[in-house]
């Protein structure tokens, strides 16, 4: 594999151990299983969208250095898996801000704000529980018994 994987797997996966490690120091309760499992929800799309990709990659530089027989079938089977495994791999980057969404309401609320600075109408007040209670260690105000709905 190369290392445009290899370098940012190993950093994404020291990173995160890191702030696993302090965690596990840290705070108790649910905020710490939120963030636990945020964290290995990253990881883990991280790896299930990136591998499949460079795995292609990988078979693709084999035939590039006639490493393995190349015929017309394998050499098109090759680029409809470089479409699709790319495809995959972009998909990524739509994906990781959905999962940061669920990390608390400070990134809510900036998301919400940038919409509103480019028009959106937002119906805010709309109330989903009864109590409050803190949803992430980084929320900003720790009411999630508000919401927003874009329409």
């Not at 799309?45 to 292609?56: A, G, K, R, S």
Request: charged share 15%.
């Amino acid at each position: 594999m190369k290392m445009g994987f290899l370098l940012p797997s190993a950093v994404l996966l020291f990173c995160y151990s890191c702030i696993l490690l302090r965690l596990q120091r840290g705070s108790q309760g649910l905020q710490k299983q939120r963030a636990v499992r945020v964290i290995l929800a990253l990881v883990l799309v991280f790896f299930l969208c990136w591998t499949p990709y460079n795995i292609t990659l990988m078979v693709d530089t084999l035939y590039s250095n006639n490493t393995l027989e190349v015929n017309c079938e394998s050499h098109k089977a090759l680029d409809i898996s470089l479409t699709a495994t790319s495809s995959l791999g972009y998909l990524h980057c739509s994906l990781n801000p959905v999962l940061y969404s669920f990390v608390g309401v400070k990134f809510r609320h900036h998301l919400l704000d940038m919409l509103r600075s480019l028009g959106c109408k937002l119906k805010s007040g709309v109330r989903l529980q009864t109590a409050s209670r803190r949803s992430s260690m980084w929320s900003e105000s720790g009411d999630t018994s508000h919401t927003s709905a874009i329409y």
